[in-house]
T-cell receptor
Framework: EDKVVQSPLSLVVHEGDTVTLNCSYE??????LLWYKQEKKAPTFLFML????IEKKSGRLSSILDKKELSSILNITATQTGDSAIYLC?????????????FGKGMKLTVNP | DTAVSQTPKYLVTQMGNDKSIKCEQN?????MYWYKQDSKKFLKIMFS???????INETVPNRFSPKSPDKAHLNLHINSLELGDSAVYFC????????????FGQGTRLTVV
C-alpha cells in the first residue's frame, strides 16, 4: 500500500528560527511530491517536485526532493507567526493514468513570538 | 472570485439522515476530487472524476455516492449518516494532464449527532 510519512508530527519554535520538515514516501510508480500548507481550512499548494536534487524556492520557503532516499524536505527560514499551520506532504503515483494524491498525516508547526 | 466552492460550510445532522454536499469549480479543470479529513487531520482521497467519469473510487462505504452532472460540479451524497462520518470533507480540482496541483475548496465540516 502506498504510504507517506512525515516527521516530526509537531514542532514549536520561536520567531526567527529555521525549521526543516521531513517527508518520506513509499509509492508504486512515483511521479511527484507535493507540499501543502493548511491553516484554518483548505490546504493551499506550495510546491510540486518531480526531479531529484533541484531546489524550489518561494520566499523563505524552499524544498528539495531526493529520489534515492525516497524523501523530501521543506525548509522555512526566519519563521514568522504566520507560518503556524499544518504542513502536508503528498505523493503522486502514476496509477493507470489517474491522479491520486497520497497524503501524510501532516506536521503541525507553531511559531511563537 | 472563488475557485473551488463547497456548500454548505457546516452541516450538523442526526444519525440516519441523508445529506448532500455540493462542489463547483470555475477553473476550467477537468478532474475533481472528494477528500475526507478525520479528527487527526489525516487527509484521504475518496473519489475522483475526470470529465464526469469516475476514475478513483477508494474503499468507502457505498452509503457515499458522488454525482458529477458536468465537469465543473461534483456533489457528494451520503445516505444513512453514522457518527463516524463526522469529519471535514474537501472538494478539490486539477488539470488532469497538465498539472498535479490540486486546488482545494474550503471544506465542509460535517457533524453527525
Amino acid at each position: 500500500e502506498d504510504k507517506v510519512v512525515q516527521s516530526p508530527l509537531s514542532l514549536v519554535v520561536h520567531e526567527g528560527d529555521t525549521v526543516t520538515l521531513n517527508c518520506s514516501y513509499e509509492v508504486t510508480n512515483f511521479r511527484s511530491l507535493l507540499w501543502y500548507k493548511q491553516e484554518k481550512k483548505a490546504p493551499t499548494f506550495l510546491f510540486m517536485l518531480t526531479s531529484s536534487g533541484i531546489e524550489k524556492k518561494s520566499g523563505r520557503l524552499s524544498s528539495i526532493l531526493d529520489k534515492k532516499e525516497l524523501s523530501s524536505i521543506l525548509n522555512i527560514t526566519a519563521t514568522q507567526t504566520g507560518d503556524s499551520a499544518i504542513y502536508l506532504c503528498a505523493a503522486l503515483p502514476t496509477q493507470g493514468g489517474s491522479e491520486k494524491l497520497v497524503f501524510g498525516k501532516g506536521m503541525k508547526l507553531t511559531v511563537n513570538p | 472570485d472563488t475557485a473551488v466552492s463547497q456548500t454548505p460550510k457546516y452541516l450538523v445532522t442526526q444519525m440516519g439522515n441523508d445529506k448532500s454536499i455540493k462542489c463547483e469549480q470555475n477553473l476550467g479543470h477537468d478532474t475533481m476530487y472528494w477528500y475526507k479529513q478525520d479528527s487527526k487531520k489525516f487527509l484521504k482521497i475518496m473519489f475522483s472524476y475526470n470529465n464526469k467519469e469516475l476514475i478513483i473510487n477508494e474503499t468507502v462505504p457505498n452509503r457515499f455516492s458522488p454525482k458529477s452532472p458536468d465537469k465543473a460540479h461534483l456533489n457528494l451524497h451520503i445516505n444513512s449518516l453514522e457518527l463516524g462520518d463526522s469529519a471535514v470533507y474537501f472538494c478539490a480540482s486539477s488539470h488532469y494532464v497538465r498539472t498535479s496541483e490540486a486546488f482545494f475548496g474550503q471544506g465542509t465540516r460535517l457533524t453527525v449527532v
